[in-house]
């Protein structure tokens, strides 16, 4: 396996090298592919154009600020008088954003194609499978558009939930993204790509996403198992018949350098492209650490009929980088209560940053195809096959700081995960009327199947080759033998060597999924509507233990079925408010969401269960500016209690409650908001072992977080934007009362600048945690915890031609 994870490095050095010019050549080849596509459809169908008409070209297509029109041929302008016939939750947009603006600046730009108006989202397709105004859904679901995106110059998903409450940034051993929702800590099962499971152990880039939905509580009959306490899904940028064409340069500390592009465009009446890209290569406020990754995303999307779409989608990105477990805490020998972090600098690197490495590659397939029948059924089938590769390898702070003796005990270990996955989901979607009702009725099917690899080892310091980096070794408090303990001042070393022994993990997986839902959107005159459903999903999993000797060898299968309902009722009193109370169920195998947990002693045991009930309120204060509130709990069951004959019983329980709010659009034409609030508290209402008892409070659930990110307009051409991020302590991880590690409040503050230099040519200056505060962000572990950003600059150039 050191072979492996050296012959990995020496290809990450060979890939550095090219990575570069691999992806210009890439993005520009794709560019000048579709590129000469386009001209010669434009000459092939010039004799079939309508004459020209003018109209009023959207922000985002322009990105301009709205400032003029132009004149649209038959493919854009097509897309475009789609876009004016908007009825219900869109009409009272538009008609707002078409009111007069003050003489010096844009005024309110016109929905985009997702229905979004700047931060303000007006419907969502992810909660009930169906378009629906976020008004009429009853959950809270936080949309993060493209143009808050931007401005925040965010570019991963931790970036963005930093803004919306109710979900906090887990360290996620420091190679993938991992969250925290509503107090629920889950690995992989929270993240889907258009609606589609994207379970992998990687991180994500937003570089063709064009808007995040985040759910909050379990949301089980649209997504299926996991997603303890909602989801995240990605919404990627696809070919719409719209012509947007932009690429991005963008540099700032710490030697950071990145290039997006995309490119969209109708081809023809029935055909368009769309290609988007990113090259990153930067430094990192942590010590020795660096990332270099790429992507490119092209979807196609055909008319091959009237009534009928297809769209086709394909995204290949690669992920290199430094692994980075963070800093330790400080608890001295015997120490007995609760402390704060690590007194170490938010930029030391503990470990050996040489041997600290991730490789990811993600190569993605769909095929979209949506139609409606004359009578009004739209039938929907989307394909998703993904084939993720990564290897990893961390040496990082395996246990505390100890001023008593100055030293750090560091642990090595390295690990493949891969996976491949294959979904279909076919949902039939239906609306009728009866009269004095009206109903959107939703049937579908989902069927998965994937397949993993997981092989890792545990590390073991060279004791023959301390070389000076070593102050020690030995097994030190539970520590294996061969630990190399480290100066707390001098805590990065580039030796001795580490060997790599028997594995600890060598197995593969196979899980089937066989999933069955219904659901019904009943309104009830203009008053009342009903939502209601119910999904049954059927989960074999089947894990083979290659480990030889290993007492747990051989194969191990579960099988597990279960129901997840959920339902709502909303009350809406005015066209512009409504009151919903909800319940909504979800389940999490035994086996876990990476699958390896099943043994001979856990593979009867019953899914974990999560319940949420909701109360909430969502009021259209203005049709641009929505308040959204909501009270829940949640609780979880069936958390499995070792016993000392290692047998488990299901036990536990824990309980979330909490309030969340939010303010998102337009203030005034000139200034917008996106501002929160969430208050929780969270504990085991059962004992899940015997150190952690009842009244054991929940890792990272922090008991109030306040976010008010700002954009004002002062001119046509200058803006201006300010946020402000408060989080009281949180703990770092479920631990005993003897032995907790508390991450403490904390306040930032960021700020942009944005100039339109001309009708094509635009400027941003962004300015992080601008007040340099000292913090933790997040944590895996009382000993892996993750500094939060220092003072960090970032200016950008963008083309839009």
Not at 434 to 455: C, I, K, M, P, V
Not at 483 to 511: D, G, K, L, M
Not at 519 to 547: A, C, K, M, P
Request: aromatic content about 10%; glycine content about 8%; proline content about 5%.
């Amino acid at each position: 396996m050191r072979d492996v994870a050296v012959n990995d490095r020496n290809e990450r050095s060979r890939v550095k090298s090219n990575a570069r010019a691999c992806a210009l050549l890439l993005g520009i080849s794709s560019v000048g592919i579709a590129a000469a596509a386009v001209e010669a459809a434009a000459q092939e169908n010039k004799a079939m154009e309508l004459p020209p008409v003018s109209v009023q070209v959207s922000d985002k297509a322009k990105g301009n600020n709205g400032k003029k029109t132009k004149t649209a041929k038959k493919g854009s302008g097509k897309a475009t008088a789609s876009r004016a016939k908007l009825s219900g939750e869109n009409a009272s947009v538009a008609a707002a954003a078409s009111a007069a603006p003050t003489s010096d600046v844009p005024g309110i730009p016109q929905p985009d194609a997702q229905g979004d108006i700047g931060y303000r989202a007006t419907k969502s397709s992810s909660s009930t499978k169906t378009d629906t105004p976020l008004r009429n859904v009853p959950q809270s679901v936080s949309v993060v558009t493209d143009k808050q995106i931007r401005d925040q110059a965010s570019q991963s998903i931790g970036d963005v939930i930093k803004y919306v409450p109710g979900i906090e940034v887990h360290h996620g051993e420091g190679n993938r993204d991992q969250v925290s929702i509503r107090g629920q800590v889950a690995s992989t099962a929270d993240f889907f790509v258009n609606g589609v499971r994207d379970d992998a152990q990687i991180f994500r880039d937003l570089y063709n996403t064009e808007r995040l939905e985040i759910l909050k509580g379990p949301a089980a009959l649209a997504f299926g198992r996991g997603g303890a306490g909602g989801i995240v899904n990605r919404i990627t940028k696809q070919a719409d018949w719209d012509t947007h064409n932009e690429a991005t340069v963008e540099f700032g500390s710490f030697d950071h350098r990145r290039v997006t592009t995309d490119f969209d465009k109708a081809i023809s009446p029935g055909f368009a492209a769309r290609v988007t890209s990113m090259y990153e290569d930067s430094g990192s406020y942590r010590d020795h650490v660096d990332l270099e990754r790429w992507g490119v995303n092209p979807t196609f999307a055909f008319k091959p009929w009237k009534r009928t779409t297809v769209i086709l989608d394909y995204e290949h990105f690669e992920d290199h980088r430094t692994a980075d477990r963070g800093i330790p805490s400080e608890r001295p020998a015997g120490f007995l209560g609760t402390v704060g972090p690590s007194p170490a600098s938010a930029s030391t690197f503990f470990g050996n940053p040489d041997d600290s490495f991730v490789n990811a590659v993600v190569d993605r397939t769909s095929a979209t195809v949506e139609h409606t029948t004359d009578f009004g059924l739209k039938i929907r089938n989307v394909t998703q096959y993904a084939n993720y590769n990564k290897i990893y390898q961390n040496i990082y702070p395996g246990g505390a700081y100890d001023p008593t003796t100055g030293l750090v005990p560091l642990l090595a270990y390295n690990n493949i995960n891969n996976r491949e996955n294959l979904f279909n989901q076919t949902d039939f979607i239906h609306k009728f009327s009866d009269g004095w009702t009206r109903h959107t009725l939703l049937a579908g099917a989902e069927f998965g199947l994937q397949h993993s690899f997981n092989f890792r080892h545990s590390g073991q310091f060279d004791i023959s080759n301390i070389n000076g980096q070593c102050a020690a070794f030995g097994p030190g408090n539970s520590l294996p033998n061969g630990t190399c303990f480290v100066s707390f001042t001098n805590p990065t070393i580039y030796s001795p060597p580490v060997s790599f022994a028997t594995p600890t993990t060598h197995n593969r997986v196979t899980a089937n999924a066989e999933s069955f839902y219904v659901q019904d959107q009943w309104e009830i005159g203009r008053y009342l509507e009903i939502v209601g459903g119910v999904r049954h999903d059927t989960f074999g999993t089947s894990v083979t233990n290659l480990s030889p000797g290993s007492p747990s060898s051989g194969t191990f299968s579960q099988d597990d079925s279960f129901y997840s309902p959920r339902a709502g009722i909303i009350v809406k009193p005015t066209d512009s408010l409504s009151l919903y109370v909800s319940y909504s169920v979800t389940n999490l195998p035994a086996s876990g969401d990476q699958f390896g947990s099943v043994t001979n002693a856990t593979k009867d045991l019953a899914p974990e269960r999560y319940v949420n009930k909701e109360v909430g309120l969502k009021w259209d204060i203005t049709p641009v500016l929505a308040f959204t509130t909501a009270f829940y709990e949640v609780d979880r069951t069936n958390i499995r209690f070792a016993q000392q004959d290692g047998t488990f019983i299901q036990t536990g329980k824990s309980e979330v409650d909490g309030v969340e709010v939010t303010l998102t659009g337009y203030v005034t034409d000139r200034w917008q908001v996106a501002a929160g609030y969430g208050h929780q508290t969270g504990e085991l209402t059962s004992a899940t072992s015997a150190t952690l008892p009842a009244g054991t409070p929940l890792p990272l659930l922090p008991s109030d977080t306040i976010s008010l990110w700002n954009r004002y307009q002062v001119t046509r051409d200058w803006a201006a934007g300010v946020g402000v991020v408060h989080h009281t302590d949180v703990y770092a991880s479920l631990q005993p009362e003897t032995n907790l590690v508390k991450l403490l409040a904390y306040t930032t503050v960021d700020a942009a600048l944005y100039y339109q230099i001309n009708d094509h040519v635009r400027a941003q200056f962004n300015a992080i945690n601008i007040f340099n505060e000292n913090y933790i962000a997040s944590a895996g572990s009382n000993d892996n915890l993750i500094p939060g950003a220092t003072r960090t600059f970032y200016v950008s150039l963008t083309s839009s031609f």
